[in-house]
């Protein structure tokens, strides 16, 4: 029952947040990108604060000393929705999605994102879409922003490892940039597409940068998967005794 209300509270700060954020973001439209970023941010980083405090949802976070003041591009683990707020606003460089243009269209977080220069691609080019993320994430790293790709492509639940899709190793490959791996146990605590959110600690851990030079984009994703993979197995031993 705890459990139940504190979630219910929560779903309720999300909502009460979100929208004067949203109607934010047009206000705060024509100032220069970075400030339109730090502005935005300030809501996930309100987010990760309301799960903190309402529900219970702590983190830490380790291997910071890993992240290189260089182009890179991030590759993740996706378990939750939670790293997807917490990633952009705690990590220290403007980080730049990959996702469908049409989540433009969604009302109020939509507008926040659409303002926001990301990598918006149209997926009903379908083979044409890789050259997209290559030629606008080139253009994201000479601007000093770093790629976030979830190379699973989808949320898995604890303890499972998704296939991991060749889009962000080909990114790296092709613009010659090492990829900061990253792995994390958010679903321990904010299962995929669940109302409750439970008390816990989240562990993210970011990892060496992975070279890309003279790799192949499927050597360099077996490599990035073998990290995240070995990560995970330490983070939740529990998953994967027997």
Known sequence: MIIFLRSALFAIFELVTVIPYAFGCILWAPLTLPWRY???MGWTALTIWGAKS???????VIGQDNLPDAPAVVLSKHQSAWETLFLPSHLPRELCFVYKRELHRVPFFGWGIALLDMIAIDRSNGRDAI????KI?????NQGRWPI???EGTRIRPGKMGKFKLGGAILACR???PVIPIAHNAGDCWPRNAFFKK????TVSIGPP????????AELNAKVFAWIESEMQRLNPEYYAG
């Open 131 to 134: 050259e997209q993320v290559v």
């Open 149 to 151: 790709l979830f190379p």
């Open 199 to 202: 008390p816990g600690l989240i």
């Open 175 to 177: 613009t010659g940039v």
């Open 38 to 40: 730090r502005l935005t």
């Open 54 to 60: 309402i529900c219970g949802v702590n983190w830490r």
């Open 210 to 217: 992975i070279p890309s030079a003279g790799l192949t984009p």
């Open 137 to 141: 994430g080139q253009e994201k790293l």
